[in-house]
């Protein structure tokens, strides 16, 4: 199966081809190693960095960013977003405090501060 995907690594977005069979992928048009890390991943266990918000309970904002500190599997994101939706915080929160910890092998972590 023949794939084309945009590299999202760097600005530059080349157009990469995959060609995904039982012996493996094979990579072309990446303009770089990276490129062709990012779509042999893309290709075989995506993964994604889940970015959302927390509610602040008593705090002089009602929202408190977040995002997982590591990408996690592309197919667990819903799972993700249910658990930061069902989450509240108290203040104050710092930039980089552990919201939810050990959410498929990473964190939830606040990307601000809260008072
Ligand atoms: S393949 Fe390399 S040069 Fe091209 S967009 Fe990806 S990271 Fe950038």
Redesign the pocket.
Known sequence: MKRKL?????????I?EADVSELGVEIS????????A??KEECTAPVRTVTSAVRVVGGNEAMVSVKTAKPVPKDKIFEVMRLIRAKTVAPPVSAGDVIISGVFGTDIIATKSVE
């Open positions: 945009v590299c999202i690594v760097c600005p530059r977005g080349c990469i048009g990446n303009g770089c190693p990276k490129g062709a990012y779509a």
